[in-house]
Protein backbone atom coordinates (compact mmCIF):
# COMPACT_ATOMS: atom_id res chain seq x y z
CA UNK A 1 0.00 0.00 0.00
CA UNK A 2 3.17 2.83 0.85
CA UNK A 3 4.05 1.93 -2.95
CA UNK A 4 0.50 3.72 -3.89
CA UNK A 5 -0.42 6.00 -0.96
CA UNK A 6 3.07 7.11 0.44
CA UNK A 7 4.62 6.11 3.52
CA UNK A 8 6.12 8.16 7.02
CA UNK A 9 10.09 7.39 6.64
CA UNK A 10 12.67 7.72 9.35
CA UNK A 11 15.21 9.89 8.38
CA UNK A 12 18.75 11.12 10.08
CA UNK A 13 19.53 14.95 9.47
CA UNK A 14 23.27 14.65 7.89
CA UNK A 15 24.67 18.06 9.45
CA UNK A 16 22.50 17.75 13.59
CA UNK A 17 22.07 13.93 13.07
CA UNK A 18 18.68 13.93 14.39
CA UNK A 19 16.17 11.82 13.49
CA UNK A 20 13.07 12.78 12.18
CA UNK A 21 9.91 11.34 10.49
CA UNK A 22 9.46 12.78 6.76
CA UNK A 23 5.96 12.36 5.14
CA UNK A 24 6.51 10.55 1.15
CA UNK A 25 3.89 11.16 -0.82
CA UNK A 26 2.65 8.20 -3.17
CA UNK A 27 1.68 8.62 -6.91
CA UNK A 28 -2.04 8.86 -5.61
CA UNK A 29 -1.43 12.56 -4.76
CA UNK A 30 -2.27 13.53 -8.50
CA UNK A 31 -5.91 14.68 -10.43
CA UNK A 32 -5.37 11.91 -12.78
CA UNK A 33 -4.30 8.59 -11.74
CA UNK A 34 -3.83 5.21 -13.73
CA UNK A 35 -3.94 2.60 -11.64
CA UNK A 36 -2.28 -0.51 -14.47
CA UNK A 37 -4.02 -4.42 -14.04
CA UNK A 38 -5.22 -3.42 -11.26
CA UNK A 39 -6.79 -6.92 -10.47
CA UNK A 40 -2.78 -7.84 -10.42
CA UNK A 41 -2.84 -6.08 -7.58
CA UNK A 42 -2.59 -8.20 -4.03
CA UNK A 43 -6.07 -7.73 -1.89
CA UNK A 44 -4.29 -5.16 1.14
CA UNK A 45 -2.94 -3.16 -2.09
CA UNK A 46 -6.11 -2.70 -3.69
CA UNK A 47 -7.67 -2.07 -0.23
CA UNK A 48 -5.53 0.86 0.15
CA UNK A 49 -7.36 3.02 -2.90
CA UNK A 50 -10.37 2.45 -1.48
CA UNK A 51 -10.14 5.37 0.97
CA UNK A 52 -8.94 7.92 -2.25
CA UNK A 53 -12.07 6.52 -4.49
CA UNK A 54 -14.51 7.06 -2.13
CA UNK A 55 -13.82 10.07 0.22
CA UNK A 56 -10.83 11.94 -1.61
CA UNK A 57 -8.12 11.49 1.14
CA UNK A 58 -5.83 9.44 2.43
CA UNK A 59 -4.21 8.66 5.69
CA UNK A 60 -0.59 8.16 6.31
CA UNK A 61 1.07 7.17 9.66
CA UNK A 62 -1.61 9.72 12.25
CA UNK A 63 -2.45 12.21 9.44
CA UNK A 64 -5.60 12.31 6.94
CA UNK A 65 -4.86 14.17 3.68
CA UNK A 66 -6.20 15.37 0.84
CA UNK A 67 -5.93 14.42 -2.54
CA UNK A 68 -6.16 17.27 -4.92
CA UNK A 69 -9.36 18.38 -7.01
CA UNK A 70 -10.67 16.98 -9.37
CA UNK A 71 -9.21 13.06 -8.67
CA UNK A 72 -10.09 10.54 -11.41
CA UNK A 73 -8.92 7.64 -11.01
CA UNK A 74 -8.55 5.09 -14.25
CA UNK A 75 -7.58 1.40 -13.55
CA UNK A 76 -7.34 -1.37 -16.47
CA UNK A 77 -8.50 -4.61 -15.44
CA UNK A 78 -6.94 -8.42 -16.79
CA UNK A 79 -9.38 -11.38 -18.22
CA UNK A 80 -10.04 -13.27 -15.16
CA UNK A 81 -8.33 -16.27 -17.62
CA UNK A 82 -5.31 -14.75 -17.41
CA UNK A 83 -2.76 -16.27 -14.69
CA UNK A 84 -1.87 -14.47 -11.30
CA UNK A 85 -5.15 -12.10 -11.78
CA UNK A 86 -7.01 -11.62 -8.19
CA UNK A 87 -11.03 -11.35 -8.17
CA UNK A 88 -11.65 -7.65 -7.20
CA UNK A 89 -13.97 -7.18 -4.40
CA UNK A 90 -17.43 -6.43 -4.99
CA UNK A 91 -17.31 -2.91 -2.28
CA UNK A 92 -14.04 -1.87 -4.91
CA UNK A 93 -15.72 -2.32 -8.18
CA UNK A 94 -19.05 -0.77 -7.00
CA UNK A 95 -16.79 2.70 -6.24
CA UNK A 96 -15.93 2.80 -9.98
CA UNK A 97 -18.13 5.10 -12.04
CA UNK A 98 -17.84 2.97 -15.31
CA UNK A 99 -16.65 0.13 -16.30
CA UNK A 100 -15.69 0.23 -20.16
CA UNK A 101 -15.01 -3.03 -22.23
CA UNK A 102 -11.99 -2.18 -24.51
CA UNK A 103 -11.65 -5.14 -27.56
CA UNK A 104 -8.49 -5.94 -29.06
CA UNK A 105 -7.38 -3.68 -31.72
CA UNK A 106 -8.71 -4.65 -35.59
CA UNK A 107 -6.56 -4.71 -38.55
CA UNK A 108 -6.47 -0.99 -39.48
CA UNK A 109 -5.98 0.00 -35.72
CA UNK A 110 -2.81 -2.48 -35.54
CA UNK A 111 -1.45 -0.68 -39.05
CA UNK A 112 -2.22 2.65 -37.30
CA UNK A 113 -0.76 1.98 -33.94
CA UNK A 114 2.94 0.19 -35.76
CA UNK A 115 2.95 3.47 -38.25
CA UNK A 116 2.57 5.53 -35.02
CA UNK A 117 5.43 3.42 -33.73
CA UNK A 118 7.92 3.44 -36.71
CA UNK A 119 8.02 7.36 -36.34
CA UNK A 120 10.90 8.89 -34.14
CA UNK A 121 8.47 11.39 -33.14
CA UNK A 122 5.59 10.37 -31.21
CA UNK A 123 2.75 12.25 -30.78
CA UNK A 124 2.48 14.53 -28.13
CA UNK A 125 -0.49 15.53 -26.45
CA UNK A 126 -1.77 19.13 -26.18
CA UNK A 127 -3.81 21.05 -23.45
CA UNK A 128 -7.67 21.05 -24.87
CA UNK A 129 -9.03 22.11 -21.23
CA UNK A 130 -8.42 23.59 -18.19
CA UNK A 131 -9.06 22.40 -14.78
CA UNK A 132 -10.89 25.48 -14.09
CA UNK A 133 -13.33 24.48 -16.94
CA UNK A 134 -13.34 20.99 -15.65
CA UNK A 135 -14.97 22.34 -12.71
CA UNK A 136 -17.55 24.32 -14.09
CA UNK A 137 -18.68 22.18 -16.20
CA UNK A 138 -18.95 19.60 -13.24
CA UNK A 139 -21.03 22.09 -11.65
CA UNK A 140 -22.90 22.80 -14.99
CA UNK A 141 -23.92 19.35 -15.36
CA UNK A 142 -25.61 19.23 -11.89
CA UNK A 143 -28.02 22.08 -13.00
CA UNK A 144 -29.41 19.88 -16.08
CA UNK A 145 -33.10 19.01 -15.01
CA UNK A 146 -34.14 15.19 -13.66
CA UNK A 147 -37.30 15.28 -14.11
CA UNK A 148 -39.67 12.63 -11.67
CA UNK A 149 -40.49 10.75 -14.39
CA UNK A 150 -36.98 10.09 -14.75
CA UNK A 151 -35.96 9.34 -11.22
CA UNK A 152 -38.96 7.01 -11.57
CA UNK A 153 -37.67 5.23 -14.87
CA UNK A 154 -34.02 5.26 -13.52
CA UNK A 155 -35.14 3.46 -10.26
CA UNK A 156 -37.52 0.99 -12.39
CA UNK A 157 -34.36 0.40 -14.03
CA UNK A 158 -32.43 -0.91 -10.80
CA UNK A 159 -35.30 -2.88 -9.63
CA UNK A 160 -35.09 -4.65 -12.78
CA UNK A 161 -31.80 -4.85 -12.67
CA UNK A 162 -31.91 -6.78 -8.52
CA UNK A 163 -35.13 -9.56 -10.31
CA UNK A 164 -35.41 -9.17 -13.51
CA UNK A 165 -37.86 -11.99 -12.57
CA UNK A 166 -39.98 -9.68 -11.68
CA UNK A 167 -40.37 -7.80 -14.93
CA UNK A 168 -40.63 -11.11 -16.90
CA UNK A 169 -36.59 -11.67 -17.72
CA UNK A 170 -35.27 -14.79 -17.21
CA UNK A 171 -35.48 -17.03 -14.85
CA UNK A 172 -36.10 -16.57 -11.02
CA UNK A 173 -32.96 -16.15 -9.35
CA UNK A 174 -31.19 -15.20 -12.09
CA UNK A 175 -29.16 -12.36 -10.31
CA UNK A 176 -27.42 -13.35 -7.25
CA UNK A 177 -26.09 -9.66 -6.46
CA UNK A 178 -27.33 -6.14 -7.43
CA UNK A 179 -25.43 -3.17 -6.35
CA UNK A 180 -27.46 -0.65 -6.83
CA UNK A 181 -27.72 1.93 -4.03
CA UNK A 182 -24.24 3.33 -5.42
CA UNK A 183 -25.58 2.70 -8.74
CA UNK A 184 -28.81 4.75 -8.26
CA UNK A 185 -26.48 8.01 -7.31
CA UNK A 186 -24.40 7.21 -10.69
CA UNK A 187 -27.36 6.69 -12.94
CA UNK A 188 -28.64 10.14 -11.94
CA UNK A 189 -24.98 11.54 -12.14
CA UNK A 190 -24.13 10.32 -15.35
CA UNK A 191 -27.59 10.84 -17.37
CA UNK A 192 -27.18 14.25 -16.46
CA UNK A 193 -24.00 14.79 -17.62
CA UNK A 194 -24.91 13.15 -20.88
CA UNK A 195 -27.52 15.24 -21.96
CA UNK A 196 -25.07 17.95 -21.38
CA UNK A 197 -23.11 16.82 -23.72
CA UNK A 198 -25.59 16.61 -26.23
CA UNK A 199 -26.13 20.20 -25.65
CA UNK A 200 -29.80 19.74 -23.59
CA UNK A 201 -30.32 20.67 -20.34
CA UNK A 202 -32.51 18.23 -19.43
CA UNK A 203 -32.31 14.22 -19.08
CA UNK A 204 -33.91 11.80 -21.76
CA UNK A 205 -34.67 8.26 -21.77
CA UNK A 206 -31.88 7.92 -24.81
CA UNK A 207 -29.65 9.87 -22.07
CA UNK A 208 -30.33 6.90 -19.41
CA UNK A 209 -29.84 4.09 -22.21
CA UNK A 210 -26.46 5.63 -23.21
CA UNK A 211 -24.77 5.62 -20.04
CA UNK A 212 -26.43 2.61 -18.20
CA UNK A 213 -24.66 -0.95 -19.52
CA UNK A 214 -21.16 1.27 -18.42
CA UNK A 215 -22.92 1.75 -15.08
CA UNK A 216 -24.57 -1.67 -14.03
CA UNK A 217 -22.26 -4.07 -15.62
CA UNK A 218 -19.77 -4.46 -12.60
CA UNK A 219 -22.68 -4.08 -10.50
CA UNK A 220 -24.42 -6.82 -11.52
CA UNK A 221 -23.13 -11.01 -10.20
CA UNK A 222 -25.04 -13.05 -12.25
CA UNK A 223 -25.91 -16.51 -10.56
CA UNK A 224 -24.93 -20.34 -11.85
CA UNK A 225 -28.78 -19.65 -13.17
CA UNK A 226 -27.68 -17.51 -15.61
CA UNK A 227 -26.36 -19.90 -17.98
CA UNK A 228 -25.33 -18.33 -21.15
CA UNK A 229 -26.32 -14.94 -20.22
CA UNK A 230 -23.88 -12.30 -19.56
CA UNK A 231 -24.60 -9.55 -17.46
CA UNK A 232 -24.23 -7.09 -20.79
CA UNK A 233 -26.95 -9.47 -22.49
CA UNK A 234 -29.08 -8.71 -19.46
CA UNK A 235 -28.98 -5.17 -19.42
CA UNK A 236 -29.64 -4.73 -22.87
CA UNK A 237 -33.00 -7.09 -22.15
CA UNK A 238 -33.81 -4.66 -19.14
CA UNK A 239 -33.54 -1.60 -21.07
CA UNK A 240 -35.34 -2.95 -23.90
CA UNK A 241 -38.19 -4.27 -21.59
CA UNK A 242 -38.15 -1.79 -18.87
CA UNK A 243 -41.16 0.64 -20.09
CA UNK A 244 -40.38 4.21 -20.42
CA UNK A 245 -41.85 6.88 -18.56
CA UNK A 246 -42.62 10.10 -19.90
Excluded: C, W
Excluded at 44 to 51: D, F, I, S
Excluded at 145 to 169: H, N, R, T, W
Amino acid sequence: PADILGAEILQTDQTTGVRVMKLEKGPIFAQFVLADEINRMMPKTQAALLQAMQSRKVSIGRETLPLPKPFLLLATMNPLEQEGVNIMPEAQLDRFMFKVIVPQPGREDRQRINELNRKREKPKASKTVTLEDLERATALSERVVLSPQMSEYIQDILDAAQDPFKFGIGTKGLVEQAMITRASIMLEKAARIQALMNGRAEVRPEDVMAVAPKILRHRIILSYAAGEMSTDKLIAEILATVPVRR
